[in-house]
Antibody, heavy 121, light 110 residues
Framework: QVQLQESGPGLVKPSETLSLTCAVS?????????WGWIRQPPGQGLEWIGS???????YYNPSLKSRVTMSVDTSKNQFSLKLSSVTVADTAVYYC??????????????WGQGTLVTVSS | QSVLTQPPSVSAAPGQKVTISCSGS????????VAWYQQLPGTAPKLLIY???ERPSGIPDRFSGSKSGTSATLGITGLQTGDEADYYC???????????FGGGTKLTVL
Protein backbone atom coordinates (compact mmCIF):
# COMPACT_ATOMS: atom_id res chain seq x y z
CA GLN A 1 0.00 0.00 0.00
CA VAL A 2 1.26 3.44 -0.93
CA GLN A 3 2.55 5.48 2.00
CA LEU A 4 3.40 9.16 2.02
CA GLN A 5 5.21 11.08 4.75
CA GLU A 6 5.64 14.83 4.93
CA SER A 7 8.69 16.42 6.57
CA GLY A 8 10.03 19.91 7.07
CA PRO A 9 10.24 22.80 9.54
CA GLY A 10 7.18 23.32 11.69
CA LEU A 11 7.88 27.03 12.12
CA VAL A 12 8.68 29.54 9.38
CA LYS A 13 9.15 33.29 9.72
CA PRO A 14 7.03 35.75 7.74
CA SER A 15 8.50 36.64 4.32
CA GLU A 16 10.64 33.50 4.29
CA THR A 17 10.22 30.35 2.18
CA LEU A 18 8.34 27.30 3.40
CA SER A 19 9.97 24.04 2.26
CA LEU A 20 8.43 20.60 2.63
CA THR A 21 9.30 17.15 1.33
CA CYS A 22 7.07 14.14 0.83
CA ALA A 23 8.70 10.71 0.91
CA VAL A 24 6.81 8.02 -0.97
CA SER A 25 7.17 4.35 -0.05
CA UNK A 26 5.81 1.10 -1.47
CA UNK A 27 5.28 2.78 -4.84
CA UNK A 28 7.47 4.32 -7.52
CA UNK A 29 7.12 8.06 -7.95
CA UNK A 30 7.99 7.49 -11.61
CA UNK A 31 4.69 5.73 -12.23
CA UNK A 32 1.70 7.11 -14.13
CA UNK A 33 0.40 9.23 -11.27
CA UNK A 34 0.74 12.84 -10.29
CA TRP A 35 1.86 13.86 -6.82
CA GLY A 36 0.29 16.80 -5.06
CA TRP A 37 0.02 19.13 -2.10
CA ILE A 38 -3.12 20.24 -0.30
CA ARG A 39 -3.31 22.42 2.80
CA GLN A 40 -5.84 23.02 5.54
CA PRO A 41 -5.70 26.13 7.78
CA PRO A 42 -6.67 25.43 11.39
CA GLY A 43 -10.42 24.86 11.66
CA GLN A 44 -10.95 25.46 7.94
CA GLY A 45 -11.43 23.50 4.73
CA LEU A 46 -9.08 22.03 2.13
CA GLU A 47 -7.14 24.08 -0.43
CA TRP A 48 -5.36 22.52 -3.39
CA ILE A 49 -1.84 23.86 -3.88
CA GLY A 50 -0.75 21.94 -6.94
CA SER A 51 0.36 18.66 -8.52
CA UNK A 52 3.49 17.47 -10.32
CA UNK A 53 4.39 14.55 -12.59
CA UNK A 54 7.73 12.77 -12.43
CA UNK A 55 8.67 14.45 -15.73
CA UNK A 56 8.41 17.82 -14.01
CA UNK A 57 5.10 18.86 -15.56
CA UNK A 58 3.25 20.75 -12.84
CA TYR A 59 -0.13 22.36 -12.29
CA TYR A 60 -0.47 25.05 -9.64
CA ASN A 61 -3.43 26.74 -7.99
CA PRO A 62 -3.68 30.08 -9.81
CA SER A 63 -4.14 31.86 -6.48
CA LEU A 64 -0.74 30.60 -5.28
CA LYS A 65 1.11 30.13 -8.56
CA SER A 66 3.42 33.14 -8.21
CA ARG A 67 4.80 31.77 -4.92
CA VAL A 68 4.81 27.99 -5.49
CA THR A 69 7.50 25.71 -6.84
CA MET A 70 7.25 21.93 -6.87
CA SER A 71 9.94 19.44 -7.79
CA VAL A 72 10.48 15.71 -7.99
CA ASP A 73 13.53 13.66 -7.00
CA THR A 74 13.08 10.24 -8.57
CA SER A 75 16.35 8.94 -7.13
CA LYS A 76 15.00 9.44 -3.61
CA ASN A 77 11.37 8.66 -4.52
CA GLN A 78 10.20 11.95 -3.08
CA PHE A 79 8.77 15.28 -4.14
CA SER A 80 8.94 18.75 -2.65
CA LEU A 81 7.07 21.99 -2.17
CA LYS A 82 8.45 25.50 -1.82
CA LEU A 83 6.15 28.40 -0.95
CA SER A 84 7.85 31.79 -0.91
CA SER A 85 7.06 35.04 0.88
CA VAL A 86 4.88 33.37 3.48
CA THR A 87 2.50 35.24 5.77
CA VAL A 88 0.45 34.15 8.77
CA ALA A 89 -2.30 33.23 6.29
CA ASP A 90 -0.10 30.35 5.12
CA THR A 91 -0.29 28.69 8.54
CA ALA A 92 -1.88 25.31 7.89
CA VAL A 93 -1.57 21.56 7.96
CA TYR A 94 0.11 20.60 4.69
CA TYR A 95 -0.76 17.23 3.16
CA CYS A 96 0.94 15.45 0.31
CA UNK A 97 -1.08 13.03 -1.79
CA UNK A 98 -1.01 10.75 -4.80
CA UNK A 99 -3.21 12.15 -7.56
CA UNK A 100 -5.11 10.38 -10.28
CA UNK A 101 -5.48 12.57 -13.36
CA UNK A 102 -7.85 11.64 -16.10
CA UNK A 103 -10.20 13.11 -18.61
CA UNK A 104 -12.47 15.36 -16.59
CA UNK A 105 -11.11 14.30 -13.22
CA UNK A 106 -8.47 14.73 -10.55
CA UNK A 107 -8.66 12.52 -7.47
CA UNK A 108 -6.36 12.33 -4.44
CA UNK A 109 -6.42 8.63 -3.58
CA UNK A 110 -3.67 8.34 -0.96
CA TRP A 111 -2.75 11.02 1.58
CA GLY A 112 0.09 11.60 3.99
CA GLN A 113 -0.69 12.21 7.65
CA GLY A 114 -0.04 15.93 7.28
CA THR A 115 2.39 18.33 8.91
CA LEU A 116 1.52 21.58 10.68
CA VAL A 117 3.47 24.60 9.51
CA THR A 118 3.11 27.77 11.55
CA VAL A 119 4.18 31.12 10.18
CA SER A 120 5.26 33.36 13.02
CA SER A 121 8.10 35.64 13.97
CA GLN B 1 -15.92 31.22 0.09
CA SER B 2 -15.46 27.81 -1.46
CA VAL B 3 -16.21 27.24 -5.13
CA LEU B 4 -18.36 24.24 -4.19
CA THR B 5 -21.15 24.73 -1.67
CA GLN B 6 -21.88 22.23 1.09
CA PRO B 7 -24.09 22.54 4.18
CA PRO B 8 -21.94 23.27 7.24
CA SER B 9 -23.47 20.47 9.26
CA VAL B 10 -25.89 17.56 9.17
CA SER B 11 -27.02 15.19 11.87
CA ALA B 12 -28.96 11.97 12.23
CA ALA B 13 -29.45 9.13 14.66
CA PRO B 14 -27.51 5.85 14.60
CA GLY B 15 -28.88 3.45 12.02
CA GLN B 16 -30.52 6.22 10.02
CA LYS B 17 -29.60 7.60 6.60
CA VAL B 18 -28.14 11.01 5.79
CA THR B 19 -27.33 12.85 2.60
CA ILE B 20 -24.79 15.62 2.05
CA SER B 21 -25.13 17.91 -0.92
CA CYS B 22 -22.43 19.62 -2.98
CA SER B 23 -23.44 22.37 -5.39
CA GLY B 24 -21.28 23.81 -8.13
CA SER B 25 -21.46 25.00 -11.72
CA UNK B 26 -20.93 23.85 -15.29
CA UNK B 27 -17.21 24.58 -15.08
CA UNK B 28 -16.72 22.11 -12.24
CA UNK B 29 -19.34 19.54 -11.23
CA UNK B 30 -21.34 19.97 -14.41
CA UNK B 31 -18.56 18.71 -16.64
CA UNK B 32 -16.18 16.82 -14.38
CA UNK B 33 -16.20 13.85 -12.05
CA VAL B 34 -16.78 14.37 -8.33
CA ALA B 35 -14.92 12.78 -5.42
CA TRP B 36 -15.82 12.68 -1.74
CA TYR B 37 -13.40 12.59 1.18
CA GLN B 38 -13.92 11.68 4.83
CA GLN B 39 -11.82 13.38 7.48
CA LEU B 40 -12.11 11.81 10.92
CA PRO B 41 -11.14 14.08 13.82
CA GLY B 42 -7.41 14.76 13.91
CA THR B 43 -6.63 12.68 10.83
CA ALA B 44 -5.90 13.18 7.14
CA PRO B 45 -8.69 13.09 4.57
CA LYS B 46 -9.48 9.70 3.08
CA LEU B 47 -10.95 9.01 -0.35
CA LEU B 48 -14.51 7.76 0.01
CA ILE B 49 -16.05 8.09 -3.46
CA TYR B 50 -14.51 8.83 -6.87
CA UNK B 51 -15.89 9.24 -10.38
CA UNK B 52 -19.21 10.42 -8.90
CA UNK B 53 -20.27 7.03 -7.55
CA GLU B 54 -17.37 4.58 -7.35
CA ARG B 55 -16.03 3.26 -4.04
CA PRO B 56 -12.35 2.45 -3.52
CA SER B 57 -11.55 -0.99 -2.24
CA GLY B 58 -12.38 -1.29 1.45
CA ILE B 59 -15.08 1.39 1.54
CA PRO B 60 -18.36 -0.20 2.67
CA ASP B 61 -21.43 0.02 0.45
CA ARG B 62 -23.15 2.10 3.14
CA PHE B 63 -21.47 5.00 1.36
CA SER B 64 -22.77 6.05 -2.04
CA GLY B 65 -22.43 8.96 -4.42
CA SER B 66 -24.53 10.45 -7.17
CA LYS B 67 -24.46 13.44 -9.49
CA SER B 68 -27.11 15.35 -11.35
CA GLY B 69 -26.33 18.41 -13.40
CA THR B 70 -24.23 20.77 -11.32
CA SER B 71 -24.85 19.06 -7.97
CA ALA B 72 -23.55 15.94 -6.29
CA THR B 73 -24.74 14.03 -3.26
CA LEU B 74 -23.08 11.73 -0.76
CA GLY B 75 -25.34 9.23 0.97
CA ILE B 76 -24.57 7.29 4.11
CA THR B 77 -26.90 4.58 5.37
CA GLY B 78 -26.86 2.62 8.62
CA LEU B 79 -25.14 5.49 10.42
CA GLN B 80 -22.58 4.60 13.05
CA THR B 81 -20.93 6.78 15.67
CA GLY B 82 -17.66 6.10 13.89
CA ASP B 83 -18.99 7.97 10.85
CA GLU B 84 -18.78 11.27 12.75
CA ALA B 85 -16.38 13.27 10.62
CA ASP B 86 -16.02 16.14 8.18
CA TYR B 87 -16.93 15.30 4.60
CA TYR B 88 -15.59 17.17 1.58
CA CYS B 89 -16.53 17.09 -2.08
CA UNK B 90 -13.91 17.85 -4.68
CA UNK B 91 -13.56 18.11 -8.42
CA UNK B 92 -11.63 19.81 -11.23
CA UNK B 93 -12.70 23.27 -12.29
CA UNK B 94 -12.06 23.75 -15.99
CA UNK B 95 -12.35 27.55 -15.86
CA UNK B 96 -10.02 27.98 -12.90
CA UNK B 97 -7.71 25.16 -14.02
CA UNK B 98 -7.60 24.03 -10.42
CA UNK B 99 -8.84 21.34 -8.09
CA UNK B 100 -11.64 22.79 -5.97
CA PHE B 101 -13.20 21.55 -2.76
CA GLY B 102 -16.38 22.24 -0.90
CA GLY B 103 -16.19 23.94 2.48
CA GLY B 104 -16.86 20.67 4.26
CA THR B 105 -19.83 19.25 6.14
CA LYS B 106 -19.62 18.11 9.74
CA LEU B 107 -21.65 14.96 10.35
CA THR B 108 -22.94 14.38 13.86
CA VAL B 109 -24.42 11.02 14.74
CA LEU B 110 -26.72 11.77 17.65
Amino acid sequence: QVQLQESGPGLVKPSETLSLTCAVSAYSISSTYYWGWIRQPPGQGLEWIGSIYHSGTAYYNPSLKSRVTMSVDTSKNQFSLKLSSVTVADTAVYYCARCVYGRHKVVQDYWGQGTLVTVSS
Amino acid sequence: QSVLTQPPSVSAAPGQKVTISCSGSNSNIGNNYVAWYQQLPGTAPKLLIYDNNERPSGIPDRFSGSKSGTSATLGITGLQTGDEADYYCGTWDSSLSAVVFGGGTKLTVL
